[in-house]
């Protein structure tokens, strides 16, 4: 095990050897990865602002202008509380009203109707879509119908398929091509990094002369590599960052309100683990015979 250690430590210290030829690989590996983490970054931000739009399923519940009102507010709190639950709001007969009127731009005086609205209780419940999503709106449906003093509930056809065809088109399309980017960026890392190792083969062909077994050849050249990608994929994440920030409020305006978010931890995690795994295997194949 100190073996092991030593053998690794080594590896690290190799890097002090040839600085440059260092930087200019992790340089190398910082671009690469960058770029994947670009459009990652578009992806993620294409996805969540479509999934706002478009992959939800709205039902508006329509109780009996005679229901009683205490009643209809604890089934409120209960339907606040449902799984999947994307927005919540609620209409008295008294606030219906209201809407209404503004709605209308003051064409039309409703004060005389204060205090005996012939409007009922109505809520507009927003889900987001799940995988099954035509079974779930059905559910949902009898659900919401069954409550008691429910009159109606209505629900537009059009706007589940508008999500469910988004998902259709991330999972079949836009994140395979996601993957085809990254596995493209991998094999660039990956033979940036294998070739850099081409400066030690003099010094492979020196120890396999004196007997030395595979594994004590292979294992300062793997440290050396993952050391490699590790710290390109922290730089290429450094730089995703500033231009995320850079690039935050770009389209932040009229009509389009859209922020630029940074990608999820656990894909940046992701991403750098990725980097650095595949930049140690192809140290690690770098002294094959």
Known sequence: METVFRLLLRGLSDLRLKPLAGFLIVCAVAMAVFLCGLFSLFLHNLDAELGKRHGTVQFQVYWTASADLAR?????????????????????????????????????????????????????????????????????????????????????????????????????????????????????????????????????????????????????LASSGAAMGLAGSLCALALLKAAQVYLADILYYPPVWIRIEFIPARQAAGLCLAVTLVSLIASWLAARD
């Open 72 to 220: 209809v507010r604890e089934q409120w709190s209960r339907l606040a509380q449902l799984p999947g639950l994307e927005g919540f709001s609620t209409f008295t007969p008294e606030q219906a009203l209201a809407a209404l009127q503004d709605s209308l731009d003051g064409a039309m005086d409703f004060s005389w109707l204060k205090g005996s609205s012939p409007l009922p209780p109505t809520a507009l419940i927003t889900f987001a879509v799940r995988d099954h999503s035509e079974a779930f709106t059905r559910e949902m449906y009898g659900r919401l119908k069954g409550l008691a003093g429910v009159e109606r509930v209505t629900f537009n056809p059009l706007e589940l398929d508008a999500a469910s065809s988004w998902r259709r088109i991330t999972r079949t399309l836009l994140w395979p091509l996601a993957g085809f980017c990254i596995a493209i960026a991998a094999l660039v890392v990956g033979y940036t990094v294998r070739l850099s190792m081409l400066g030690h083969q003099a010094e492979i062909d020196v120890l396999r002369l004196v007997g030395a077994r595979d594994w004590y050849i292979r294992l300062p």
